[in-house]
């Protein structure tokens, strides 16, 4: 009996450790997400952006994707401020009030299905700010929110416009700065065996990155 009542206890063991398990790597403080930013060349070859090239330079003609999937307290965003100074707003949907479907575990391509951005024949430098923080970046969203209820407006001067895209940059400055250190980064790219045809090709060249409560980086992709 004094046997059996022991194995019984050893099998409600095995069974519950997992949840256990789950339940503390759910509780994690950290931010965790997966990020694979990729061009096409003009053979039409699929590569990776450099992470640790101040710039990337490729050529007029070249096309650009991203791929973001956040996995634990990830509030993603992802800002270009393109050769001709002009702001676009490419992660999260600002028009849905940023995370209404944003969704933890779920991949995104920016951008979306099999479009692709298209480095112009003009070149010039691309820069694609991109932000994740543990919090929401509230002060961000309401500059963003203000820039782009300017650009809705027929009535509004171009300095309006203007010094509303420059309030985003410095707001995405301000932060940079105040969390200048990323404590406990870790950014690895991942191995990911497989036959990956088409959009899936991307995969092959995602990063995993872990960091306490925030990460910046800025991409310089010059053409």
């Known amino acids: 009996m004094c046997v059996l009542r022991k194995l019984i206890i050893i099998i409600i063991l095995i069974l519950?450790?997992?949840f256990f398990n789950f339940a503390e790597e759910?509780?994690?403080?950290?931010?965790c997400f997966y990020l694979a930013f990729v061009y096409k060349d003009s053979t039409g070859v699929i590569k990776s952006i450099d992470h640790k090239k101040q710039i990337n330079n490729l050529k007029s003609g070249n096309r650009l994707k991203i791929y973001l999937e956040p996995l634990q307290n990830a509030y993603i965003y992802l800002i270009l401020y393109d050769s001709q100074n002009e702001?676009?707003?490419?992660?999260?949907?600002?028009?849905?009030?940023?995370?209404?479907?944003?969704?933890t575990g779920c991949g995104y391509y920016v951008p979306e299905?099999?479009?692709w951005f298209y480095l112009k024949n003009d070149g010039g430098m691309e820069l694609f700010h991109f932000i994740v923080s543990r919090t929401r970046c509230t002060g961000l969203e309401l500059v963003i929110?203000?820039?782009?209820?300017?650009?809705?407006?027929?009535?509004?001067?171009d300095k309006m416009i203007n010094k509303a895209k420059q309030a985003v940059l410095e707001e995405?400055?301000?932060l940079k700065k105040k969390h200048s250190v990323f404590q406990g980064l870790d950014e690895r790219p991942l191995s990911i065996a497989g036959d990956y045809r088409g959009e899936e090709t991307i995969h092959q060249f995602v990063y995993r990155i872990e960091v306490e409560n925030f990460y910046a980086k800025t991409f310089r992709v010059a053409h």
């Not at 759910?26 to 931010?31: A, E, F, G, L």
């Not at 702001?87 to 479907?101: E, G, R, S, V, W």
């Not at 929110?145 to 009535?155: E, F």
């Open 113 to 115: 299905k099999k479009v």
């Open 26 to 31: 759910q509780n994690s403080d950290k931010v």
């Open 16 to 18: 519950i450790l997992p």
């Open 172 to 174: 995405i400055r301000i």
């Open 145 to 157: 929110k203000n820039y782009l209820s300017l650009l809705q407006k027929q009535s509004v001067s």
């Open 87 to 103: 702001l676009f707003i490419l992660f999260p949907d600002a028009q849905k009030d940023f995370f209404t479907d944003y969704q």
